[in-house]
């Protein structure tokens, strides 16, 4: 039982899985939870699971994204904090200055701390004045024709392909590779547009595109008495278009480049006077060099992969740090115990270029057993809406050894029945009988190296089309089929 | 049981034991059953209810492919013929699985392409242990490529004579027959007497089983005859004392009258002459026909309209397996009351042809020639397939050849190039090879249609009945294995009664259940909801004008 000073009713100003998720962790604490929504959401399982929710109007998706309605109604339900978890506000510096301003406590880090890192030239000087090592980059380039220059520049001395990227990018929009002068020219104006319509910054930058690399990132916890400590590693290199697909626990790497790595992210976390919880996020080479790529300043999609091996509750410690606690365990005490695997069932067809498929989800039986872990969104007779993300429900699962953790993952595919909608369990069964996912071996271009993954036929229970006649058997009176 | 065959022994070991024995085996030829007497709509689960028993009864093999039985298991049944047989053969593991085949016509109607028939035998032969291949003119060429992939394969080659009276049918006829066929095989094959229209006496086919033995005294005889005219159990009695050592034999609960004679009816007077019918546990057999009654209920709308036996059938001759077939056309055409003018016409037409053999093809050439004649007058309308047998596309006409009268309305019908039927003869008679498609490219038409690979056993079924096999794949991959449902739910009529509930097995012994909780109309559309596995669905289907909705809801 804790003791201490706690708070007593927190807002969630999110929606889906994340909200649930960090009412869970909430509700450990004894902590009351209030939920927001947009009318358009209403049918959300995160209302549901609060213990107080309130309409924050019409929708769709403008109001989870407007910082007044949601101060206003956090001051209204009587909350003393904020959590953003991710996506929305999660990364707009102006939220948590919104909370301050309005005496809640923000659950994330100041919002110095987010503009510094959320802008990419600020973050890779911080990482080089830790001597961090940082892809080679322009600084932000100028407009029009001389931030053309300024590039053509850059690929003479560094060569293609290059990487465009938006100063305030994240979740890989405004990313683009370019391969030669061409591509690089149009694909500047198309990177431009993108990030101001996306972040409402036209600025961009490149950086040295490095050879099939791993994305290694590592989860940190920073705490108002200068504590900064490490949960490990994580490798996300199963991308599709910069988004992650499958994220695992740990990256896999030698221990002692892991510890360097590590490392690295801790003197970067405490060069930015980093709070709560975040992840400083690098590309690998094959031969063990490392670069520093960005610092994402909010609780992560696939930090369930990290709890699966360290046992730690980092909502709970993100909690109890805005609290003004200190962490509750020391660097010597984390412990990675074997692997994490973390994906994302989405309302999409992978065949179809992962095109969101949203409907209403007619049946849905859920996984479970040992070892298996769901943070979902949806229920039976559940209509996805096609205002917000996909994600339906996040699947991580543990064992004991790689070759484990992937026999239960593809035991708990397997376990899933969901009617009504295309879903990704499909592609993902495919990747499970891959050979180089289950001999560990993928980088940044496993997704675009076996386009054969998407060549699957998806499986209907058979007793569901067979339920298919009776219906039909049922309508006319007679089998149309037997005749 | 001693002296029983299991399918797990080897050709040569089979016909040793049959060669040696002293006593007589039994095949269960339900798919002649199923055509001759239900309109081939037996269900593979009733096949699965009673296969426990059937394997204990001991039958020396169970025929329940080929003839008509595929087209319909596609078309009707929706059903894969190749899983029939998988399904069979985990349901019987000892039981010998026994397939017919039309010669070049394989399971079909008209002669197919030798790369087909080539290439169909082998699929099948991966399942079928025992192939018995007939010729409508009893023309041995016809039957050669069959014959070597099956003797390929491993299985065992089963030739058929087919058997017919009149005075062309003599035993020198049929022993030379035989030889021919023996010179082709080599000795180690059965062969089977084919009685497709249960002809002859029980003293006729006496002799002739005992005119084969003695020019044949190696060769082991089975002996395949219907019961329309309710005598086959004489027949089978006579020939099994002549020497036959294989019948083909019916449940008596099913009471076949176009199909075969009962088993146990065979067994009881077969006993009296101190013939044992070797490997057959009579109780197991009872419990077979006392399960059968009760599914026979079942399928009591596809029974013929005309039942009971008929000794008539020594003149018109019609095959048992095509009864079924010509009375549902004759119903559906409405000349049902006409069918003794057909009969008698049947007969007349028989003899004009050339007095061969009433069975698929020639069957469906005589019944449409001699409809045709009664509706329209002699010959008026004659069919492609008859012009087809007289220019001599199926092989040469066994005794003679029809009278030049019937040659000419036959061949000048719709000519309009003034040929006389001699030169069309001259131009166009003689058995032409339909020519060998490209099956790779068929494998592309198929897999285009069906939106994935298909199969060599998909292409094959697509081969055979190119539009009903697509169609079937289709409906597969829409609703599934549906043969596992239940017959009675498979046939249902009117609709499902709210609290309804459907309970089957999957082929993996797993219960399933389906229960119908509504249903409701909304305009053209009928929402039926169920809960399936515990799960619950809603599923709307279009109906065209109105439906018969269930009165309960």
């Known amino acids: 039982m804790i003791e201490k000073l706690m ?310 410690e993100q909690l109890l740090i805005a609290l003004g606690e200190p962490i509750s365990f020391s660097q010597d005490e984390v412990v990675e115990r074997g692997y994490a695997i973390e994906l994302r069932i989405n309302a999409e067809d992978p065949k179809n270029d992962f095109l969101a498929s949203p409907g209403i989800v007619q049946v849905y039986q859920a996984s479970a057993g040992h070892g298996v872990r769901l943070d979902g969104a949806i229920y039976q007779g559940y209509e996805i809406p096609r205002y917000y993300d996909s994600m339906m429900v996040k699947l991580t699962v543990y064992g004991f050894t790689w070759q484990e953790a992937v026999d239960r993952l593809s035991r708990a595919l397997n376990g899933f029945l969901i009617i009504g909608v295309k879903t990704t369990i499909p592609y993902f069964q495919q990747i499970m009988q891959e050979p180089d996912f289950i001999q560990m071996r993928f980088d940044t271009s496993y997704i675009d190296t076996h386009p054969h993954l998407l060549e699957y036929s998806e499986e209907e229970r058979e007793v569901d089309k067979i339920a298919r006649l009776i219906a039909e058997i049922n309508a006319h009176g007679y089998n149309p089929y037997a005749r | 049981m001693q002296g029983r065959i299991n399918s797990k022994m080897s050709v040569d070991e089979i016909l040793g034991i049959l060669r040696g024995s002293g006593g007589y085996y039994l095949c269960n030829n339900e798919r002649d059953v199923s055509q001759s007497d239900f309109k081939n709509r037996l269900m593979p689960m009733t096949t699965m209810r009673v296969a426990p028993h059937r394997e204990e009864a001991g039958f020396f093999s169970i025929e329940v492919s080929g003839g008509a039985s595929i087209h319909v298991d596609l078309l009707r049944k929706q059903v894969n013929p190749f899983e029939r047989l998988r399904i069979t053969r985990r349901a019987m593991p000892n039981t010998l699985l026994q397939i017919v085949c039309r010669g070049a016509s394989l399971f079909g109607y008209r002669h197919y392409p030798e790369s087909v028939i080539r290439v169909t035998v082998q699929q099948f032969a991966k399942y079928a242990d025992i192939w018995r291949v007939y010729d409508f003119l009893n023309h041995v060429p016809n039957m050669i490529p069959i014959f070597e992939e099956v003797q390929q394969a491993g299985r065992i080659l089963m030739p058929s004579v087919c058997f017919s009276t009149g005075k062309e049918h003599t035993d020198a006829y049929y022993v030379e027959k035989i030889k021919e066929i023996l010179e082709v095989t080599g000795p180690d094959v059965i062969i089977s007497i084919k009685n497709h229209s249960g002809l002859g006496t029980p003293k006729r086919i006496g002799q002739l089983v005992e005119a084969i033995s003695a020019a044949c005294p190696d060769v082991i005889l089975h002996y395949h005859g219907c019961n329309t005219d309710g005598n086959d159990i004489g027949r089978m009695i006579a020939a099994v004392q002549a020497g036959v050592k294989i019948c083909d034999v019916a449940d008596h609960g099913y009471g076949a009258v176009y199909g075969q004679a009962p088993a146990l009816t065979l067994i009881q007077s077969l006993e009296d002459y101190g013939k044992k019918a070797v490997g057959m546990n009579i109780p197991a057999l009872v419990r077979c026909s006392d399960i059968l009654r009760r599914e026979r209920r079942i399928y009591e709308p596809f029974e013929n309209q005309f039942r009971g036996h008929d000794p008539t059938v020594a003149s018109y001759k019609l095959t048992g397996g095509a009864a079924g077939s010509t009375f549902e056309q004759a119903d559906t055409g409405g000349f049902l009351d006409r069918m003794p003018e057909i009969f008698e016409e049947m007969a007349r037409v028989q003899v004009e042809l050339g007095n061969w053999w009433s069975v698929t093809p020639g069957s469906q050439i005589l019944w449409t020639t001699a409809v045709n004649n009664v509706l329209f007058g002699r010959y008026e309308r004659p069919s492609l397939d008859l012009k087809n047998l007289i220019l001599g596309r199926y092989g040469p006409l066994p005794f003679y050849d029809p009278q030049e009268w019937i040659c000419k309305k036959v061949l000048a019908y719709q000519r309009s190039d003034g040929k006389k039927w001699h030169e069309i003869l001259a131009e166009d008679g003689g058995q032409v090879k339909p020519r060998d498609p490209d099956l790779e490219r068929e494998r592309e038409n198929l897999e285009a249609k069906l939106g994935r690979p298909a199969s060599d056993e998909d292409l094959v079924l697509y081969l055979q009945h190119p539009f009903d096999a697509a169609a079937f794949l289709q409906f597969e991959a829409q609703y599934g294995r549906t043969w596992l449902l239940p017959p009675e739910v498979w046939f249902r009529s009117g609709g499902f009664k709210s609290g309804e509930r459907i309970t089957f097995e999957d082929e993996h012994g797993k219960p399933h259940y389906i229960e119908v909780m509504s249903t409701r109309r909304e305009g053209g559309t009928v929402l039926t909801s169920l809960v399936v596995d515990h799960t619950f669905h809603t599923v709307s289907v279009t109906v065209k004008g109105s439906s018969v909705l269930p009165t309960s809801n």
Not at chain 1, 130 to 152: H, M, Q, R
Not at chain 1, 266 to 275: H, I, Q
Request: aromatic share 6%; with cysteine.
């Open chain 1, 7 to 316: 708070f007593e009713k927190i807002l969630v100003a999110n929606r889906g899985e994340i909200a649930i998720r960090i009412m869970r962790s909430a509700q450990e604490l004894d902590i009351k939870v209030v939920a927001i929504y947009e009318e358009t959401d209403k049918d959300a399982y995160h209302i549901t699971q609060a213990d107080e929710a309130i309409c924050i109007g019409p929708g769709p998706r403008k109001d989870y994204l407007d910082i007044e309605k949601i101060i206003a109604v956090a001051e209204k339900s009587g909350a003393q904090a904020i959590h953003p978890g991710y996506g929305f506000l999660a990364e707009n510096p102006d939220f948590p200055e919104a909370c301050t301003n309005a005496g809640l406590v923000f659950i994330g880090p100041p919002p110095e701390v987010i503009r510094n890192l959320g802008s990419k030239v600020i973050a890779r000087r911080i990482a080089a004045e830790t001597e961090i090592p940082v892809i080679p980059a322009t600084s932000t380039l100028s407009p029009d024709a001389p931030g053309e220059k300024e590039a053509l520049e850059f690929a003479d001395e560094h060569g293609y392909p290059i990487m465009i990227k938006a100063v305030s990018g994240g979740g890989g929009r405004g990313i683009r590779r370019v391969e030669d002068e061409k591509a690089l020219l149009s694909g500047l104006k198309r990177s431009r547009s993108e990030a101001l319509m996306s972040f409402g910054s036209d600025e961009v930058y490149l950086e040295r595109c490095l050879y099939r690399p791993q994305h290694v990132e590592v989860q940190i916890l920073a705490d108002s008495f200068g504590n900064v400590v490490h949960l490990g590693t994580r490798n996300c290199s199963i991308q599709r278009r910069h988004q992650k697909l499958i994220e695992i626990a740990p990256a896999g790497l030698e221990a002692a480049l892991s510890e360097e790595i590590c490392s690295a992210a801790v003197r970067a976390t405490r060069a930015a006077d980093y709070l709560s919880a975040g992840t400083v996020e690098f590309l690998v080479e094959p031969d063990g060099s490392f670069y520093f790529l960005e610092v994402n300043t909010r609780i992560q999609v696939e930090h369930t992969v990290t709890e699966m091996v360290t046992g730690i509750d980092i909502v709970r």
